[in-house]
């Protein structure tokens, strides 16, 4: 794949046996797992990702038990300059968990406990490490759910779910982890504990801060406790699944099920006829079959969840008349399970896509968010490059995803095995397509090792920027999760510092580049700041930028004069307002909007 693979090994420590042996003090040494004391396989589970796409080769696997243990591994390993991946359940799409070269694997398996749950309010609190459907059956005894179900559920964490703003099955009816989630505990890189544990619905003093970790993929902190706002769990399940005869078909009964079906409507997924093959052929003889008499081209899960039985079947039934009704009826056939067990065979249809689709060959996976009506568009693309290469014998396309959320998978599986030319045709392309069609190159399994590269197609340019600044804060050293979610900056690797150590003035030369590298840094974060500060009208903001950039000495390069001017213009304004930002209100004069063309050296953005 192509992205953070591959990537040089920053300038980070090895570990040394001075080092394994403090670790194995601060954890105790049957907590700390070597290639000395584990055999390779034990190993292997933690540096390699589950489709075996993604392999490190760390020789310590770290097991804390507290977050206070997290934070001395922190700490130290900040110190020493030592890199280091935290990891949950290892069930990732993205290669976000594993290490790409030899940074110590911090697992959060240890730290499984449930800490506390407020039954009026549903709030649990719960650590890092605990397993998604351990933490449901808890949550089930007591009348309540996590809002987030995945396939993986019975290995991921819910703190991994979090630190990778996993989607999932349900999220058309409780949305985001973002939103559920109400307070983050998270160590730091220098081993400090950020307490942002809110156990409040509702808190709304200043900078929302467990955000910052929900979704960071681990590279801003180690999120180790949470709590989260769980809905009662629901007392009636229904499921259906049916067959439609077209990709506008499918749309018609995803917008009829909205209105039926209303409050009550759960999960609306879809696949299409080439994923469904591949879950028949994995799953034959285990009791999941295609519950229809005929084939067609695409299939669609509804799922109602509600307190009230009988009222949700009543409006199952009223939802089934209207698209099975007239001459050209939304669906062509479909069935309603009668039992748990039909119920769970159907979802199966669509939850064992994903792994039939792994275990056939070699699979390139997308997961996009796109608009509804495109959505397919791209599966059939696909599909026509691959027959235009004469590959579509042994590159198989399939299409299927959260259909309620707008959120594709496509993923194509090389029979043959990992194949090159396959990649070719599929990478940047398939990226490039969703930036064009206005989508996202990652809708839920986040950017991981294996889209930093990609990340400018979905990202501005100043959305991006300013995550490097938070990750500079944060995160000087660079230590957590390095070479995943942003690109590293491009520093001379071990091998050319050796090179250039060895002539005359070596040393000197190296300090100068090192120097050079962070002043472009630095100055790519002026113009992201300048450019938000222009963009919001906020004159306390542009006039920091300003002298940011001043400081600097960036006249040449970049239209500080024009800068100045709006910041006068805005200063005006504000004055006889008598407010603080302006934003849009103001309109931008001939003069202002040049100052949008802030970089005056348009070579300056490409020296890293
Ligand atoms: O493997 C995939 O591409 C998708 C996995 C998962 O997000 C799903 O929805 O089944
Ligand atoms: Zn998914």
Redesign the pocket.
């Given at each position: 794949m192509g992205g953070g693979a591959g990537a040089p090994r920053g300038r980070f420590a090895a570990l040394g046996s001075e080092e394994l042996r403090h670790l194995k003090q601060l954890l105790g040494p049957s907590n700390v797992l070597t290639p000395e004391e584990v055999e390779r396989e034990d190993l292997l589970r933690y540096n390699q990702d589950w489709m075996g796409k993604w392999e490190g080769r760390s020789s310590a696997i770290l097991k804390p038990a507290t977050t206070q243990e997290v934070s001395a591994i922190l700490k130290y390993a900040n110190e020493k300059n030592l890199a280091v991946v935290p990891q949950g359940g290892n069930t990732g799409l993205v290669g976000g968990s594993v290490p790409v070269h030899d940074e110590l694997v911090l697992s959060l398996l240890r730290m499984n406990q449930v800490e506390a749950l407020d039954t009026l309010s549903g709030i649990v609190t719960v650590e890092a490490g605990c397993v998604l459907e351990q933490l449901d059956q808890y949550l089930a005894k007591h009348g309540f759910m996590v809002p987030l179900d995945?396939g993986a559920k019975g290995t991921c964490t819910i703190g991994g779910n979090a630190a990778t703003n996993a989607?999932?099955l349900r999220y058309l009816r409780y949305g985001s982890l973002r939103g559920n989630v109400l307070g983050v505990e998270a160590v730091l890189a220098d081993g400090q504990v950020v307490d942002s544990l809110s156990a409040l619905r509702k808190d709304n003093t200043g900078y929302g801060l467990p955000q910052l970790f929900i979704g960071s993929e681990g590279t801003l902190g180690v999120i180790t406790k949470l709590t989260i706002l769980c809905p009662a769990r629901p007392k009636a399940v229904n499921i259906a699944f049916f067959a439609c005869s077209s990709f506008e078909h499918v749309q018609r009964t995803f917008s009829l099920a909205r209105q039926k079906l209303g409050e009550v409507l759960s999960a609306v997924e879809f696949c299409d006829r080439s994923a469904i093959d591949f879950v028949l052929k994995r799953e034959a003889g285990t009791g999941v079959r295609d519950p229809l008499e005929e084939t067609y081209p695409f299939y669609v899960l509804i799922e109602t969840s509600g307190s009230d039985g009988e009222h949700d079947s009543e409006k199952l039934h009223r939802f089934l008349e209207a698209a099975m009704s007239d001459g050209d009826a939304a669906v062509q056939d479909g069935v309603v399970a009668a039992d748990e067990t039909q119920a769970r065979a159907l979802w199966r249809l669509r939850e064992g896509v994903s792994d039939a689709m792994t275990t056939a060959g070699y699979v390139y996976k997308y997961?996009v968010s796109l608009p509804l009506p495109r959505m397919y568009e791209l599966v059939e693309e696909t599909r026509q490059k691959l027959q235009e290469a004469g590959v579509e014998a042994t590159a198989k396309a399939a299409g299927y995803?959260?259909l309620g959320d707008a959120?594709l998978?496509l993923n194509v599986t090389s029979l043959t095995g990992r194949d090159d030319k396959v990649l070719e045709l599929l990478e940047p392309w398939v990226f490039e397509w969703v930036s064009k069609a206005n989508g996202s190159i990652s809708a839920?399994h986040g950017i991981g090792q294996c889209k930093p590269h990609f990340l400018h197609l979905s990202k501005s340019e100043s959305a991006v920027a300013l995550m490097r600044t938070l990750k500079a804060t944060m995160d000087p050293k660079g230590i957590l999760n390095p070479y995943k979610a942003l690109r590293l900056q491009r520093a001379l690797t071990q091998a050319e510092e050796a090179h250039v150590e060895q002539h005359e003035d070596g040393a000197e030369l190296l300090r100068a580049a090192r120097q050079n590298l962070e002043a472009i840094a630095r100055k790519k974060q002026c113009i992201a700041l300048l450019k938000v500060a222009l963009e919001s009208g906020n004159v306390g903001l542009l006039e920091a930028a300003i002298h940011q950039c001043e400081r600097e000495n960036m006249e040449g390069e970049v239209n500080l004069d024009a800068a100045r001017r709006r910041l006068a213009t805005l200063q005006t304004a504000v004055f006889s307002l008598g407010v603080a930002s302006l934003g849009a209100t103001l309109e931008l004069s001939r003069e202002d909007r040049e100052c949008g063309q802030l970089v005056k050296d348009p070579e300056f953005t490409d020296r890293t």
């Open positions: 995945l989607g999932g997961d995803g959260h959120n998978h839920e």
